[in-house]
């Protein structure tokens, strides 16, 4: 499987916006890039997904560098709500597959 | 819909014994998987199921472990015997395959169940 590397923790301050950066230096053509998150105590959740475009949802907006090596999370005004382990993941588009996380980043939001 | 159900929420046991945990997927969805969560392996995919039959168990840490899908609606993951080592939080997911796969389908994770093994 393709990895990931994401920094091990950010800080940030709440209602800013906030940049989780995430290496994927060998990322396949078919790889789809998502991101999950999981609050305390609770299982991970789906944020967002995408493949080269840049994607906006509700929760949050997902930059793809044009090369695909890389790509960033971005939560456009923090919340205390906010504060979770975010996972960076690859998912191969050629069949079905579970889940590789990695350590994820440690995202704390002070108030 | 309530989401991915697991019971039970917690479970303490001892050393030896036969563990039982189970998943609900979302009505729908063909595919449930099984994960474990510790603090120092993260969290790892062991077993999952497309259709009710198993894909791809190359997770499952030793024979002791079993995962079964009787049908669309219920899983369970057994542990006989059960070992200290294998305390940790076990997640059951589900995804369907409106858009092709996991590839592009959300994965649903269910609240997990705890599990201690004295």
Known sequence: D???TQPNSMESNEEEPVHLPCNHSTISGTDYIHWYRQLPSQGPEYVIHGLT???????????????RKSSTLILHRATLRDAAVYYCILIS???ADGLTFGKGTHLIIQP | DAGVIQSPRHEVTEMGQEVTLR????SGHDYLFW???????GLELLIY????VPIDDSGMPEDRFSAK???????TLKIQPSEPRDSAVYFCASSSNLWGGPSTDTQYFGPGTRLTVL
């Open chain 1, 2 to 4: 393709a990895k990931t």
């Open chain 1, 53 to 67: 475009s840049n994607v906006n949802n509700r929760m949050a907006s997902l930059a793809i560098a044009e090369d």
């Open chain 1, 93 to 95: 588009g050629g069949g």
């Open chain 2, 23 to 26: 998943c609900k997927p979302i």
């Open chain 2, 35 to 41: 994960y474990r969560q510790t603090m120092m392996r």
């Open chain 2, 49 to 52: 199921f497309n259709n009710n």
């Open chain 2, 69 to 75: 899908m009787p049908n669309a609606s219920f899983s």
